[in-house]
């Protein structure tokens, strides 16, 4: 045994020195314990940098503000035009839509992950789909023939395109 591999048998956890370790947090280098170790996607890490970091901390701020914008633009026309053409193939283009909306905003962040990217994109999908009958309520037009089928479409288009959406960006 070489006398490297033996000062590294002889280092003591940070947080309990009575313990040996041969882990060291994967992050900070710190020796820890099993005790101390918390098991991430990247390997143990210590308690100090295994701690859950916010979801605005994932993505940088001069990514997350064009990801949420982007994600609810796209999403906000995906609904908006695409029911009004297809009708009852919404159920399936719903998922191919938000899969590719989902896609595209990925690319733009970098493939990272935030919670408010997902929630951006899939309220653009929602509101782009309500858009025209909360529009049509408001200003007290009416329904037309086949406004309420139409606007069940749309609002089933935004459903499964939402949460396609929201499943490509997790």
């Given at each position: 045994m070489t006398t490297e591999q033996q000062n590294e048998k002889k280092t003591t956890c940070a947080k309990h020195p009575n313990v040996e370790t041969t882990l060291r947090c994967?992050?900070?280098?710190?020796?820890?314990?099993?005790?101390?170790?918390?098991?991430?996607?990247?390997?143990?890490?210590?308690?100090?940098?295994?701690?859950?970091?916010?979801a605005v901390l994932t993505v940088p701020i001069n990514l997350l503000l064009p990801g949420c914008f982007l994600g609810f633009i796209l999403g906000f026309f995906a609904s908006y035009f695409i029911p009004r053409a297809f009708g009852f193939f919404l159920i399936f283009l719903g998922a191919i839509a938000g899969g590719l909306v989902g896609e595209i905003v990925s690319r733009v962040i970098r493939r990272k992950s935030s919670i408010y990217v997902w929630g951006f994109t899939s309220l653009g999908f929602f509101v782009g789909a309500m858009w025209e009958p909360v529009r049509r309520a408001v200003s007290q037009q009416g329904a037309f023939?086949?406004?309420?089928?139409?606007?069940?479409?749309?609002?089933?288009?935004?459903?499964?395109?939402?949460?396609?959406?929201?499943?490509?960006l997790r």
């Open positions: 994967s992050r900070c280098e710190t020796p820890i314990c099993p005790k101390c170790a918390v098991l991430t996607s990247v390997g143990y890490r210590c308690p100090d940098c295994g701690k859950e970091k916010s023939p086949g406004s309420a089928l139409t606007d069940q479409w749309a609002l089933l288009f935004a459903l499964f395109a939402s949460v396609a959406a929201w499943e490509r």
